[in-house]
């Protein structure tokens, strides 16, 4: 019998601790890589090695129900992506030449599924990497005969970097992104003037980027970022906050911090 590869160093009263926590970790690195459903969201659809950034997001894989894990199943191969920057998307063969606005982070997907019902002539691509609401997004888009609406899987960075063509996109939504609220952790929030830079080659003139937080100094440095990038113009004549526009729907999350006493403030720039 042929000896195994990489035998785990042993002492006389078995594995060392070093061996271990090695084998730990590999056990643990190739369960993030694999797929929970099969033909469904890829558990790292850009490989760990493709991007060394300090991420925005934190990948959270919740427990999926047997209503969701259905709709993965189903409905993935049909309405779902994985970003894995390897390809320039097709926007107009994806969404039958609809103009198409880009939703990052999207929860549970009951607003989005809500706006993309509204708004059945416009297409959104929702990002995200929340397991069950990528799965709870789908069934409502198939219970609701939404026709408009893709889900993808992985980092918006990565998709918007390399996965996007110039000006592709008719606007932008970034409705309650994590806060980040110590001040060591700043530099992972998402609105930054590199990631603005980033967005202001992929949307068309004239397109909206529209910012929701509940979280006043992340409301305030989403404001000051965007009035000082000079590609972005306040569709506010005050040069403030706007108000919550009709279309974006009033989430459960939101209204769950008004109870609470907090202030939800919308940011509304347009490309120039």
């Known amino acids: 019998m042929s000896e195994p ?14 061996a271990r926590r090695a084998a730990s970790f590999e056990r643990a690195r190739r369960l993030r890589q694999e797929p929970r459903f099969p ?4 558990a790292d659809p850009a490989g760990s090695h493709h991007e060394r950034r300090i991420r925005s997001f934190q990948p959270r894989r919740s427990r999926v129900t047997a209503g969701q894990e259905d ?9 779902g992506l994985d970003i894995d920057g390897r390809g320039v998307l097709d926007l107009p063969a994806l969404f039958d030449g609809l103009p198409v606005v880009l939703e990052i982070g999207f929860g549970m ?16 691509l929702a990002v995200d990497v929340h397991t069950p609401g990528q799965g709870n997004l789908l069934g409502l888009a198939d219970r609701a005969g939404l026709s408009n609406v893709r889900v993808a899987n992985g980092d918006a960075i990565i998709l918007l ?4 063509e110039p000006s592709a996109l008719d606007g932008l939504r970034v409705y309650f992104p994590d806060p980040w609220p110590k001040k060591r952790h700043h530099k992972r929030r998402l609105i930054q003037p590199e990631f603005l830079d980033l967005v202001a ?9 529209h910012c929701a937080t509940d979280w006043e100094p992340y409301a305030e440095q989403m404001l000051e970022v965007l009035t000082a990038h000079p590609l972005f113009e306040n569709t506010q004549a005050d040069g403030g906050y706007a108000p919550r526009p009709a ?23 347009a490309r120039r």
């Open 5 to 18: 590869l990489n035998p785990t160093p042993e002492t006389p009263d078995g594995p060392s601790a070093d």
């Open 39 to 42: 033909g469904g969201p890829a």
């Open 71 to 79: 709709a993965l199943q189903r409905l993935w191969p049909k309405w």
């Open 109 to 124: 997907g009951e607003a989005t599924a809500r706006m993309a019902a509204d708004d059945p002539d416009t297409g959104i």
């Open 161 to 164: 970097r390399e996965m996007l």
């Open 201 to 209: 080659g992929r949307l068309k003139q004239g397109a909206i980027v």
């Open 247 to 269: 279309f974006r729907p009033l989430t459960r999350f939101e209204g769950q911090g008004l109870d609470k006493g907090h202030i939800v403030h919308d940011v509304l720039f």
